[in-house]
């Protein structure tokens, strides 16, 4: 049976030890936003992070182009946030690997298949979350923009701090130990398959789940 959990940032590891995958998660206090072009500017051209993410305690980390709107007071107001697949933020490179060596966060908010999240979260022990509802009703969670910077890359590759009330709910694909919601999803399809097939006496018969597209593999190489 799932459980919701109430979590408040900086994240520890004691915080999200009985968090499942399968669970739902509401986060409070401050994230950060990431995309393609933040990784890039980190990992592999040597800049150093422009917002000290540590002394405003946020370690979870949201891949999405949030839309942006500045008022006349010079003060930003999200309109919406659009939500990223992971797969396109870990590159062909394993950017998302890199990045957890570097940065030890908790968890990281985004949506998709991505090869491997099992392990990788056990490793670094932090969370894999991915998103259900509308951006509309998760704009509504955050209360203001704590700090802003590279703005020059455009509002939606720019990192974003928010503080955010609630936020979520979003759902534990992978946690801390180990295990994986969609890894579990699919070994109870693939039993049930296979359970059909037999009682339709067709135990010969060669099915396998469709391979990803040629640049979904091409991504998580």
């Known amino acids: 049976m799932s459980s919701e959990h109430a979590l408040t940032t900086p994240l520890r590891v004691e915080d999200i030890e009985d968090v499942k995958a399968g669970d739902t998660v509401r986060l409070t206090g401050c ?28 370690n979870v980390l949201l891949h999405s182009g949030p839309v942006m709107k500045r008022l006349p007071s010079g003060e930003w107001k999200m309109a919406t946030m ?16 890199r990045m957890l060596e570097r940065l030890h966060l908790r968890a990281i908010i985004g949506k998709g298949e991505l090869a491997g999240t099992d392990e990788l979260c056990k490793e670094h022990r932090c969370l894999r979350l991915i998103t259900i509802g509308t951006w509309n009703d998760f704009a509504c969670n955050v209360r203001r923009v704590v700090d802003v910077a590279w703005l020059e ?53 060669n099915y396998s789940t469709p391979a990803y597209p040629r640049f979904l593999r091409n991504f998580e190489r």
């Open 82 to 97: 659009v939500t990223m697949p992971d797969w396109m933020a870990d590159g062909t490179t394993g950017n998302i690997r």
């Open 153 to 205: 890359l455009g509002a939606s590759e720019a990192m974003w701090v928010f503080e955010v009330d609630r936020m979520g709910p979003f759902v534990v694909e992978a946690d801390i130990h180990g295990n994986s919601l969609y890894a579990q999803r699919r070994a109870k399809r693939e039993e049930r398959i296979k359970q059909v097939m037999e009682e339709r006496g067709l135990r010969q018969f």
């Open 31 to 58: 994230i950060f936003t990431a995309r393609p072009r933040w990784y890039r500017r980190v990992l592999d051209e040597g800049y150093g992070l422009p917002i000290d993410i540590e002394a405003l305690g946020t």
